[in-house]
């Protein structure tokens, strides 16, 4: 055997271990990203539009939200739903990221991603709603997605001073593994964890993916 074909087969060999780890982690990490995402972002937009909620809008929202919590996840979701369908702008942001919340409880994904489709494409003024939606979407295709159209969008997601990098550069990673671009991911990582602002659990994730692909090498 030639030492050119040895070495593209040890190359598809560590492809294919990377895709392995990409799958492994990828369902876990998407998941995690959308709840996260769905969560600050709707907590955020709270408080940016709290002052600003007519009565009527507060009182549906908190009675939406407090069906939610009462765990009446599929009645909150009619509720969110409905409140997205007739109120301003910024409310129906935010009903739209809790009733994904709230489909995510009832195991209803599509319907989830289908919500915060909505955020990322409506009319909300508001960059870091439509942005944190935007994750969140992209987060639910990484696994099934074109790894190069789904590295294309999440680049400028990742840069140093977007609100949501941390997710970004972890998607990222993984759908770069996903294309076979794995010194791309590595470095992508590396960017990841030397930043100073990422979550503790952030980085110890991170860090053992970082090793793992090493690892496959």
């Not at 955020?44 to 002052?51: E, L, V």
Request: hydrophobic share 50%; proline share 2%; charged share 25%.
């Amino acid at each position: 055997m030639s030492d050119a074909l040895i070495r593209e087969v040890q190359e598809d060999l560590q492809r294919d271990r990377a895709i392995a780890l990409a799958k492994r982690y990828g369902g876990y990490v998407a998941g995690l990203v959308f709840l996260v995402i769905a969560g600050t972002a709707a907590y955020i937009g709270w408080q940016n539009w709290q002052a600003s909620v007519r009565a009527d809008e507060s009182s549906r929202l908190f009675a939406a939200l407090s069906k939610l919590d009462d765990g009446e996840a599929a009645a909150a979701q009619a509720d969110f739903q409905a409140l997205a369908a007739d109120s301003s702008d910024g409310v129906a942001a935010i009903a739209r990221f809790q009733a994904a919340q709230a489909a995510l409880r009832e195991n209803e994904a599509d319907e989830a991603t289908q919500s915060l489709e909505q955020v990322a494409s409506g009319s909300v003024d508001d960059a870091i709603l439509k942005e944190a939606a935007l994750i969140g979407v992209i987060g639910r295709r990484l696994d099934s997605g074109d790894p190069a159209a789904l590295i294309a969008e999440l680049q400028p997601l990742a840069g140093a001073d977007r609100p949501f990098r941390h997710q970004a550069r972890e998607l990222l990673a993984l759908a770069q593994v996903r294309g076979g671009n794995i010194e791309d991911a590595k470095a992508t990582l590396d960017d990841a964890i030397k930043d100073p602002s990422l979550p503790a659990g952030a980085r110890m994730r991170l860090s053992e993916y970082r090793a793992a692909l090493e690892a496959a090498a």
